[in-house]
């Protein structure tokens, strides 16, 4: 119980938010790593996920691949590419990159392979383009599935940038790695419970995306209610 009393002074006390390593600069960091990252896998991952999702070939390569991805360790991935680099920010972008691409890679495809292939024939039996039925019917409707890729890739991301730490001055783990070399417990904890409350709140910012940008009435896994009461039928 101390060491929760110890985190919530550390965490109130003035001196820790002023400085270059102020907590609010600390977090700010946090948040500018995981969004930087997070575009990068995008940039990545998506195009590859739609063209798979799309076309339907390559699947079990891109399965493999991720699983493949998954197992990697990620403080071992970023060792050996500080090793290579040096010393920065250049290392923790490559291996929480590579950390994001397979939930990214998994939302993308899975979105368009989700939907009902009648829908898709249906957009081609109109006389659209492929690049039509990508952007204007499978795209929608498989964004909730992409949204919720981004939402997991984001959340390992923040967790897992706290390894940023390891090899720069940088972020929210700076507070773990510096209160584990003075054994300042409450440093450590307080630390953690920053590193919590950032990813409960980019939860709860992906929950409201998914409600503001996701297309009326498509939901993941779940038909559109379509049915329509009479206005002269009564109960």
Do not use: C
Not at 16 to 40: E, M, P, S, W, Y
Not at 84 to 105: E, F, K, N, R, S
Not at 186 to 198: N, T
Request: no cysteine; hydrophobic share 55%; charged share 15%.
């Amino acid at each position: 119980m101390n060491f929760f009393l110890d985190a919530l002074n550390w965490l109130v006390d003035p001196a820790n938010h002023v400085g270059d390593g102020a907590i609010g600069i600390r977090v700010v960091q946090h948040l500018g790593f995981t969004a930087v990252t997070l575009v990068f896998a995008s940039v990545i991952a998506i195009p590859i996920g739609f063209l798979i999702g799309h076309t339907g070939r390559g699947r079990g390569l891109a399965v493999a691949v991720s699983g493949a991805l998954r197992a990697i360790p990620t403080l071992g991935l970023l060792t050996i590419v500080a090793l290579w680099v040096g010393i920065g920010l250049d290392a923790p972008y490559v291996a929480l990159t590579v950390l994001a691409i397979p939930p990214i890679l998994a939302g993308a495809y899975t979105g368009f392979q989700a939907i009902d292939r009648t829908t898709v024939d249906a957009a081609r039996a109109v006389g659209m383009s492929e690049r039509q039925i990508v952007r204007l019917v499978e795209m929608p409707l498989g964004l909730p599935l992409l949204i919720g890729g981004l939402r997991s890739a984001t959340l390992q991301i923040v967790a897992t940038a706290t390894l940023a730490a390891y090899v720069a001055d940088f972020g929210l783990g700076r507070f773990l790695f510096t209160g584990l070399k003075t054994r300042d417990y409450g440093e450590m904890l307080g630390g953690s419970i920053l590193v919590i409350l950032l990813a409960l709140a980019l939860e709860g910012a992906f929950a409201l995306v998914r409600i503001l940008v996701v297309p009326r009435g498509v939901t993941a896994g779940r038909p559109t209610d379509i049915r329509v009461r009479s206005k002269g039928l009564t109960r």
